[in-house]
């Protein structure tokens, strides 16, 4: 059971690049959220699914897109990459529902610079 | 908008003894969940303590525990018999709505365990 896994671990982008951070998880959650983390601040959400063909807007999700065409996968995509999109950013899936309390875990973060 | 303030950037203790570390949410909803995650210099979002807001008893887990005051929308981690492996970030999160379990997160408190 290797839980949230996330590919690269890291990466540098030239502006104006763009890339796909993978997301898998093997836990049959529902749920999937995608965060960012800017150096020495809290979690903000880019996106999020409530299940396969189903995504929404958390919310920092200007210069991203997501798509969520099975369970186990939620790709991040982004599109013409800023230096603003410096950042690490982490996957995060549960099960969801008042059992769970919506308990979220997390893969090990991506961390992306744009210069 | 809902928002989660940690109101202590950095705290220290003393290997051994008793540290609590502030957070206050705020949130229009009626059911939602509160937890403390745990960073260290690896980087990984580690879960210590969950509340549910429909629960009066306090969580506990262990040395970690929380005191969860829901009218005054205060939840503090209380860590006891300090060990140098709690140096690390700590984050208060909220889920913003009840049903998508998305969390809100504060800015973080740097603990510091000296031996």
């Known amino acids: 059971n290797a839980g949230v896994t996330q590919t690269p671990k890291f990466r540098i982008l030239k502006i104006g690049q763009s890339m796909t951070l993978q997301c898998t998880q093997d836990?049959?959650?529902?749920?999937m959220y995608w965060y960012r983390q800017d150096p020495g601040m809290g979690l903000k959400l880019i996106y999020y699914s409530v299940g396969a063909g189903i995504t929404d807007k958390g919310e920092v999700p200007n210069g991203y897109n997501v798509s969520r065409s099975t369970t186990e996968d939620f790709p991040l995509r982004l599109e013409l990459a800023a230096p603003s999109q410096t950042s690490v950013y982490f996957c995060a899936s549960t099960k969801g529902g008042r059992d769970s309390a919506y308990e979220q875990y997390f893969g090990p973060g991506t961390r992306l610079t744009v210069t | 908008a809902q928002t989660v303030t940690q109101s202590q950037p950095e705290m220290s203790v003393q290997e051994a003894e008793t540290v609590t570390l502030s957070c206050t949410y705020d949130?229009?909803?009626?059911?939602?969940?509160l937890f403390w995650y745990k960073q260290p210099p690896s980087r990984q979002m580690i879960l210590v303590i969950r509340?549910?807001?429909?629960?009066?008893q306090n969580a506990t887990e262990n040395r970690f525990s929380v005191n969860f005051q829901k009218a005054a929308k205060s939840f503090s981690l209380k860590i006891s018999d300090s060990q140098l492996g709690d140096t690390a970030m700590y984050f208060c999160?909220?889920?913003?709505?009840?049903?998508?379990?998305?969390?809100?997160f504060g800015q973080g408190t740097t603990l510091q365990v000296k031996p």
């Open positions: 836990m049959n959650h529902n749920y």
């Open positions: 999160a909220s889920t913003g709505s009840s049903n998508t379990g998305k969390l809100i």
């Open positions: 949130t229009s909803e009626n059911n939602y969940y």
């Open positions: 509340q549910e807001a429909y629960k009066q």
